[in-house]
């Protein structure tokens, strides 16, 4: 078990070393960094400054060292529009998209593995077609369509609820959050609920074909013949059985969620990350950009490990290797 | 002095609707078990003899169904029961064992919970009373350190080991019957002459009646009373084990005996019956067994109906063989 | 389902698939009404884009037809000259229905080309990757994982921020998006098809190697990549169409129906819904058309759940 954890974290770091390769060529080798890293109004002096001050005119390994080297030291360059350090900033920013993507994740589990579970027991039914073919708009639908019409249906034409920013926030077991307010809670749910939506389809799907594809197997058959009933053959038996795979699609999608978030930030001017990047990538804010990039590159990478590791310990026939009778 | 036998087949039909027709899997078989003995149930892959077994339990799965016939245990009618009386009965009254004991036992859950469940269905028991059952049921088909063994998953044991732990599931309410669907056909050869004496000696102790299927004639020579042969859906011939095994009534069932290895001489071509068992869809006018039989004539174009030879000898066909002198 | 008594099932073939077996499949997939509706649509849709200069009412991108004046019209308007605004009018005065057209037309292509694209760059890297094994499928493989790793959005945000606007960054962004996809999948089938006793045989005929990748393993490939490949298409239109809504996706001049989506987003609350809502409407009629082929296609192609 040690010794795959450390293999992992060998594996994360150079994945983490190449994406920070590709990154330091892509903005400092490709194009001229010098625009890259100054702001468009510059004038020639400045340039010149800037270039010896940046260490532009030495050679590229060397810059890449350096960059490197500030790297891990948290200095990702500060950003042109706030002027303040670019990490400082996405961290600041951070928290409200954590906020938003786990309830997302939250609501599309909570809906989705029932409605799956509930299909896939029915087979060929109307209920299951109406399901699947539900859950075939979920993911048609792009996201900012979605977030469009929720706007139109809940906000402007219903009133209910509201379609911008993010509310007040209160502080719940220490931490600074939405659900401690109820307009905190009202301004969270139409954003979440949209951000929710294609990964809902995501459970309804994979919960459905794990049932479909479990029901036929003959410990089912043999866990009947000891008279167990139908809702414990469900329940403890099936449930645990492709919750396993689920649970580990569901560690994986959360970088996706967080990654998705960067739509229905914009489209519900919440203030998080993604809609950080977008401004930042129209502000042409490029320190900001690839401090962005290295941030988000490494919850990834954390996120894989865990789940990595979660697999390994929630599957028995993993985590036990070896020690047949 | 015939006591009323525990178990009475009469003309059980069991068809399944498939897109490419329905297939007859059972078409019309009729046998009883009589309390403590042990009935052979054999024959070829697609004869049939698995799907009996299911359709005693009501273990069938779709798009299977009983269509005809009956089933009557202890007098009870079993054919068209309610859900809940099968429940009721299975695993209390009538046990089964799988073929297959790497699918057998849910590979997720310790064999301690697959224990206790099949304890606490049918009777309210602690959960602590119920693990000591748990062991001492174990204990019994000779696991060694039974209460470690139980807190372990399923893929820790060998075959030989979870089919010992199947076995011991079903002999623990001390049912009247147990079904064995060919408990020993994924085993080596050397544990499943254990298994064989195991099953016999827990029977032979508790009373319980025995339905061991396997396409092995070797098998029921050893161990059974009665046996049953089936082709393709029906049975073909029964009586008691050494009678149809000395003096085979059915060219089917004496081409099975020949074919046994140790039967033939050493250096003699071994013996086979020529062809090959029908597929359900193409199923010969008449005795099934027409193409592949020497005897077969004319008359054999019709469906062969069963008739006694003497006493509890049964056959279907118009030329059984004479009894050998 | 018990294998005791399986019904003889229709056996791989070895060699390209018969005719027989097409109408069988053809079959299977007509059995749901719906899927045979949303492939009828599918091919509508891809009729209108294909012939759109002739279909279309209005050509779009000609400034001498607009008018600015007939801008913001409701649907069903009709204009001084006596042509009428089927689906109403835009911003700067342009015919919804022509625009949408055209529209649809963009997102297809980009769609498409990039679906396609995506899968010839995926299947070849997935064959050498079976074929070749050892460090080489290894090292593939790691680069698939890797990429797979990252949601679409993201990759694809970034790389166009780097690259800039334009259709053919939009298609090479897609295209980088989706390669992974089917170089895994294609590469899994070709494991297996690899190791199958007909492969051996062939070899031992004296076929060529990529006689035997292309003119065998592959065809026995295709059902996955057919699958995946059709959704992914769906994928590639709904992913342009969030790019241009954010606004990187295609410039204004060659407008999809992601930016016409985008447009018309602050007309929205005023209550010209038409030109938000109209386009949004076609978009999603066509990827939900497709997917449900995809979908159907799936349950068809997947033996396992043949019974």
């Given at each position: 078990?040690?010794?795959?954890?450390?293999?992992?974290?060998?594996?994360?770091?150079?994945?983490?070393?190449?994406?920070?390769?590709?990154?330091?060529?892509?903005?400092?080798?490709i194009?001229?960094?010098?625009?890259?890293?100054?702001?468009?109004?510059?004038n020639?002096?400045?340039?010149q400054?800037?270039?010896?001050?940046?260490?532009?005119?030495?050679?590229?390994?060397?810059?890449?060292?350096?960059?490197?080297?500030?790297?891990?030291?948290?200095?990702?360059?500060?950003?042109?529009?706030?002027?303040?350090?670019?990490?400082?900033?996405?961290?600041?920013?951070?928290?409200?998209?954590?906020e938003?993507?786990?309830?997302?994740?939250f609501?599309?589990?909570?809906?989705?593995?029932?409605?799956?579970?509930?299909?896939?027991?029915?087979?060929?039914?109307?209920?299951?077609?109406?399901?699947?073919?539900?859950?075939?708009?979920?993911?048609?639908?792009?996201?900012?369509?979605?977030?469009?019409?929720?706007?139109?249906?809940?906000?402007v034409?219903?009133?209910?609820?509201?379609?911008?920013?993010?509310?007040?926030?209160?502080?719940?077991?220490?931490?600074?959050?939405?659900?401690a307010?109820?307009?905190?809670?009202?301004?969270?749910?139409?954003?979440?609920?949209?951000?929710?939506?294609?990964?809902?389809?995501?459970?309804?799907?994979?919960?459905r074909?794990?049932?479909?594809?479990?029901?036929?197997l003959?410990?089912?058959?043999?866990?009947?013949?000891?008279?167990?009933?139908?809702?414990?053959?469900?329940?403890?038996?099936?449930?645990?059985?492709?919750?396993?795979p689920?649970?580990?699609?569901?560690?994986?999608?959360?970088?996706?969620?967080?990654?998705?978030?960067?739509?229905?930030?914009?489209?519900?001017?919440?203030?998080?990350m993604?809609?950080?990047?977008?401004?930042?990538?129209n502000?042409?804010?490029?320190?900001?950009i690839?401090?962005?990039?290295m941030?988000?590159?490494?919850?990834?990478?954390?996120?894989?490990?865990?789940?990595?590791?979660?697999?390994?310990?929630?599957?028995?026939?993993?985590?036990?290797?070896?020690?047949?009778? | 002095?015939?006591?009323e036998?525990?178990?009475?087949?009469?003309?059980?039909?069991?068809?399944?609707?498939?897109?490419?027709?329905?297939?007859?899997?059972?078409?019309?078989?009729?046998?009883?078990?009589?309390?403590?003995?042990?009935?052979?149930?054999?024959?070829?892959?697609?004869?049939g003899?698995?799907?009996?077994g299911?359709?005693?339990l009501?273990?069938?799965?779709?798009?299977?169904?009983?269509?005809?016939?009956?089933?009557?245990?202890?007098?009870?009618?079993?054919?068209?029961?309610?859900?809940?009386?099968?429940?009721?009965?299975?695993?209390?009254?009538?046990?089964?064992?799988?073929?297959?004991?790497?699918?057998?036992?849910?590979?997720?859950?310790?064999?301690?919970?697959?224990?206790?469940?099949?304890?606490?269905?049918?009777?309210?028991?602690?959960t602590?009373?119920?693990r000591?059952?748990?062991?001492?049921?174990?204990?019994?088909?000779?696991?060694?350190?039974?209460?470690?063994?139980?807190?372990?998953?399923?893929?820790?044991?060998?075959?030989?080991?979870?089919?010992?732990?199947?076995?011991?599931?079903?002999?623990?309410?001390?049912?009247?019957?147990?079904?064995?669907?060919?408990?020993?056909?994924?085993?080596?050869?050397?544990?499943?002459?254990?298994?064989?004496?195991?099953?016999?000696?827990?029977?032979?102790?508790?009373?319980?009646?025995?339905?061991?299927?396997?396409?092995?004639?070797?098998?029921?020579?050893?161990?059974?009373?009665?046996?049953?042969?089936?082709?393709?859906?029906?049975?073909?011939?029964?009586?008691?084990?050494?009678?149809?095994?000395?003096?085979?009534?059915?060219?089917?069932?004496?081409?099975?005996?020949?074919?046994?290895?140790?039967?033939?001489?050493?250096g003699?071509?071994?013996?086979?019956?020529?062809?090959?068992?029908?597929?359900?869809?193409?199923?010969?006018?008449?005795?099934?067994?027409?193409?592949?039989?020497?005897?077969?004539?004319?008359?054999?174009?019709?469906?062969?109906?069963?008739?006694?030879?003497?006493?509890?000898?049964?056959v279907?066909?118009?030329?059984?063989?004479?009894?050998?002198? | 389902?018990?294998?005791?008594?399986?019904?003889?099932?229709?056996?791989?073939?070895?060699?390209?698939?018969?005719?027989?077996?097409?109408?069988?499949?053809?079959?299977?997939?007509?059995?749901?009404?719906?899927?045979?509706?949303?492939?009828?649509?599918?091919?509508?849709?891809?009729?209108?884009?294909?012939?759109?200069?002739?279909?279309?009412?209005?050509?779009?991108?000609?400034?001498?037809?607009?008018?600015?004046?007939?801008?913001?019209?409701?649907?069903?308007?009709?204009?001084?000259?006596?042509?009428?605004?089927?689906?109403?009018?835009?911003?700067?005065?342009?015919?919804?229905?022509?625009?949408?057209?055209?529209?649809?037309?963009?997102?297809?292509?980009?769609?498409?080309?990039?679906?396609?694209?995506?899968?010839?760059?995926?299947?070849?890297?997935?064959?050498?990757?079976?074929?070749?094994?050892?460090a080489?499928?290894?090292?593939?493989?790691?680069?698939?994982?890797?990429?797979?790793?990252?949601?679409?959005?993201?990759?694809?945000?970034?790389?166009?921020?780097?690259?800039?606007?334009?259709?053919?960054?939009?298609?090479f962004?897609?295209?980088?998006?989706?390669?992974?996809?089917?170089?895994?999948?294609?590469?899994?089938?070709?494991?297996?098809?690899?190791?199958?006793?007909?492969?051996?045989?062939?070899?031992?005929?004296?076929?060529?190697?990529?006689?035997?990748?292309?003119?065998?393993?592959?065809?026995?490939?295709?059902?996955?990549?057919?699958?995946?490949?059709?959704?992914?298409?769906?994928?590639?239109?709904?992913?342009?169409?969030?790019?241009?809504?954010?606004?990187?996706?295609?410039?204004?001049?060659?407008?999809?129906?992601?930016?016409?989506?985008?447009?018309?987003?602050?007309?929205?609350?005023?209550?010209?819904?038409?030109?938000?809502?109209?386009?949004?409407?076609?978009?999603?009629?066509?990827?939900?058309?497709?997917?449900?082929?995809?979908?159907?296609?799936r349950?068809?192609?997947?033996?396992r759940?043949?019974?």
């Amino acid at each position: 078990m040690l010794v795959f954890v450390i293999r992992r974290l060998l594996q994360s770091a150079l994945v983490l070393l190449a994406v920070s390769l590709v990154v330091f060529a892509g903005i400092y080798a490709i194009g001229n960094p010098v625009d890259i890293l100054l702001p468009d109004d510059a004038n020639e002096t400045e340039r010149q400054a800037a270039i010896r001050a940046l260490g532009l005119d030495r050679p590229l390994l060397v810059q890449y060292g350096i960059f490197l080297l500030k790297a891990v030291q948290g200095d990702l360059g500060t950003s042109f529009v706030y002027n303040i350090p670019s990490i400082e900033l996405i961290f600041s920013r951070l928290p409200a998209t954590l906020e938003l993507a786990m309830c997302a994740l939250f609501i599309s589990i909570a809906v989705g593995i029932p409605l799956g579970l509930w299909a896939g027991l029915r087979p060929g039914t109307k209920t299951d077609e109406a399901i699947v073919t539900g859950s075939i708009l979920g993911f048609s639908l792009p996201s900012f369509w979605q977030g469009l019409m929720l706007i139109m249906i809940f906000s402007v034409t219903l009133g209910w609820l509201p379609s911008n920013g993010r509310g007040a926030t209160g502080t719940l077991f220490g931490i600074e959050t939405s659900f401690a307010t109820w307009d905190g809670f009202t301004h969270l749910l139409l954003p979440a609920i949209n951000l929710s939506l294609f990964k809902l389809a995501l459970m309804i799907r994979l919960t459905r074909a794990g049932v479909r594809e479990t029901m036929p197997l003959d410990f089912i058959k043999f866990a009947r013949a000891k008279g167990v009933s139908e809702t414990r053959i469900v329940l403890a038996h099936v449930l645990k059985y492709i919750l396993v795979p689920i649970i580990t699609v569901i560690g994986m999608e959360l970088g996706a969620v967080i990654a998705f978030a960067t739509v229905t930030e914009t489209i519900f001017a919440w203030p998080g990350m993604g809609k950080l990047i977008i401004d930042s990538i129209n502000k042409l804010d490029r320190p900001v950009i690839v401090a962005y990039l290295m941030v988000v590159t490494l919850m990834f990478i954390v996120i894989n490990l865990v789940v990595d590791i979660l697999y390994a310990l929630l599957d028995p026939r993993v985590r036990i290797k070896g020690q047949t009778v | 002095m015939p006591d009323e036998a525990l178990l009475t087949v009469r003309d059980l039909r069991t068809h399944f609707e498939t897109r490419q027709g329905v297939v007859k899997a059972v078409d019309g078989v009729s046998l009883d078990v009589r309390r403590g003995e042990i009935l052979g149930l054999v024959g070829e892959s697609g004869s049939g003899k698995s799907i009996t077994g299911f359709s005693i339990l009501g273990l069938l799965d779709a798009p299977g169904r009983i269509v005809g016939g009956s089933i009557r245990f202890k007098g009870e009618e079993l054919v068209g029961a309610s859900p809940e009386r099968m429940r009721a009965l299975r695993g209390r009254e009538i046990a089964m064992v799988f073929q297959d004991p790497m699918m057998t036992l849910n590979p997720v859950l310790r064999i301690d919970t697959q224990i206790i469940e099949a304890i606490q269905v049918h009777e309210r028991i602690s959960t602590r009373a119920a693990r000591a059952r748990a062991s001492a049921a174990l204990q019994r088909v000779g696991i060694p350190s039974p209460d470690e063994r139980l807190k372990a998953y399923p893929h820790q044991f060998s075959g030989g080991m979870r089919q010992r732990v199947a076995i011991a599931i079903a002999l623990l309410h001390r049912p009247a019957l147990v079904i064995a669907d060919e408990p020993t056909t994924a085993l080596d050869v050397t544990i499943q002459a254990q298994i064989i004496f195991e099953m016999q000696k827990l029977c032979a102790e508790s009373g319980t009646a025995l339905i061991w299927i396997t396409h092995d004639l070797a098998v029921i020579d050893g161990m059974g009373d009665r046996v049953c042969v089936m082709y393709a859906g029906r049975v073909v011939e029964s009586g008691a084990v050494r009678d149809v095994i000395s003096s085979p009534a059915h060219p089917y069932a004496r081409g099975l005996i020949d074919s046994i290895p140790s039967r033939n001489e050493r250096g003699k071509r071994l013996s086979q019956i020529p062809g090959a068992p029908p597929t359900p869809f193409s199923l010969p006018q008449g005795c099934p067994f027409r193409p592949r039989c020497g005897r077969a004539d004319a008359a054999c174009l019709e469906v062969p109906q069963e008739t006694t030879l003497r006493g509890e000898r049964r056959v279907r066909c118009f030329h059984p063989l004479e009894e050998s002198v | 389902m018990n294998s005791e008594i399986s019904p003889t099932a229709p056996t791989a073939s070895s060699s390209t698939v018969d005719e027989s077996r097409l109408r069988m499949l053809w079959r299977e997939y007509a059995e749901r009404r719906g899927a045979v509706v949303a492939l009828i649509v599918c091919v509508v849709l891809l009729a209108a884009a294909i012939l759109a200069p002739i279909i279309a009412p209005q050509n779009p991108y000609d400034l001498s037809v607009i008018d600015i004046f007939d801008s913001r019209l409701p649907p069903g308007s009709v204009n001084p000259a006596g042509f009428t605004y089927w689906l109403g009018t835009d911003g700067q005065g342009r015919d919804m229905l022509s625009a949408m057209i055209y529209g649809l037309r963009l997102s297809l292509f980009v769609g498409v080309l990039s679906g396609l694209l995506a899968i010839s760059a995926g299947v070849t890297v997935g064959l050498i990757a079976a074929y070749a094994g050892g460090a080489v499928d290894a090292l593939l493989m790691r680069v698939v994982d890797f990429m797979l790793g990252f949601p679409a959005i993201l990759v694809a945000l970034i790389l166009l921020a780097v690259l800039g606007q334009g259709v053919d960054k939009v298609i090479f962004a897609l295209v980088m998006v989706q390669w992974a996809y089917f170089a895994r999948a294609v590469r899994g089938t070709a494991m297996i098809e690899r190791n199958k006793e007909y492969v051996e045989a062939a070899i031992s005929l004296g076929l060529s190697r990529p006689r035997i990748v292309f003119g065998h393993i592959l065809p026995n490939c295709m059902p996955p990549i057919i699958v995946i490949g059709t959704m992914q298409i769906a994928h590639a239109i709904s992913t342009e169409a969030t790019l241009s809504f954010l606004g990187l996706g295609l410039p204004i001049t060659e407008p999809s129906l992601g930016l016409l989506i985008a447009n018309g987003f602050s007309f929205l609350l005023s209550g010209l819904y038409w030109i938000s809502v109209f386009p949004g409407l076609l978009l999603l009629v066509t990827i939900f058309s497709i997917n449900i082929v995809g979908d159907r296609l799936r349950d068809v192609l997947n033996p396992r759940l043949q019974k």
